[in-house]
């Protein structure tokens, strides 16, 4: 358990399926992190949690609770952990609504950050963003994310292409 001022970042279980279900299947929480816009089955959640989130050795995904309230509000994730080339890539979604834009996205991300660069020794963490999502942008931008490149036009929501834009940060960029 990873904790700061306001969040703590708690190791996901099974018995976080339901929870995870329903910020997976809120489109105003998906639509600016999830390409697909999916709706889910229930079981489609737990064969994903079991398959993709608990049952990989290259993701490591952390509940992100509220200290004060002890509430679940989000998700946080490290995927595609490549230890020999020490990369992975985060995600992070705040699930509870009545959180956003807060800070609490920041500090939680941040201490997946500092899991990531000063336990796990990883040299590079990379994300992508939808570029209609410029709160998002900025708050990267803030921590030391550097913008890395841009798929163009790869993203069709609300009747428009938009960019997805490729972020990266390297160790030596976050504990400066």
């Known amino acids: 358990m990873f904790v700061s001022e306001r969040v703590k970042l708690r190791k996901m279980t099974n018995e976080d399926v339901e929870l995870y279900h329903s910020w997976r299947n809120d489109?105003?929480?998906?639509?600016?992190?999830?390409?697909?816009?999916?709706?889910?089955?229930?079981?489609?959640?737990?064969?994903?949690?079991?398959?993709?989130?608990?049952?990989?050795?290259?993701?490591?995904?952390?509940?992100?609770?509220?200290?004060?309230?002890?509430?679940?509000?989000?998700?946080?994730?490290?995927?595609?952990?490549?230890?020999?080339?020490r990369n992975a890539e985060c995600i992070i979604d705040i699930g509870k609504k009545d959180y956003w834009g807060r800070g609490y996205g920041k500090e939680a991300l941040k201490l997946l950050l500092d899991y990531a660069f000063l336990e796990m020794n990883l040299h590079r963490v990379s994300l992508r963003v939808f570029s209609f999502n410029e709160r998002a942008i900025s708050l990267y931008s803030r921590i030391g994310f550097k913008n890395e490149g841009v798929s163009r036009q790869s993203l069709f929501r609300n009747g428009s292409w938009h960019d997805i834009v490729h972020m990266g940060i390297l160790q030596h960029e976050y504990t400066l």
């Open 27 to 85: 489109v105003d929480v998906m639509i600016s992190t999830n390409p697909s816009l999916d709706l889910y089955s229930i079981q489609d959640t737990k064969e994903f949690v079991e398959r993709v989130i608990l049952g990989s050795n290259s993701s490591k995904s952390y509940i992100i609770h509220d200290n004060d309230s002890e509430k679940a509000i989000g998700i946080t994730s490290l995927i595609n952990i490549d230890q020999k080339n």
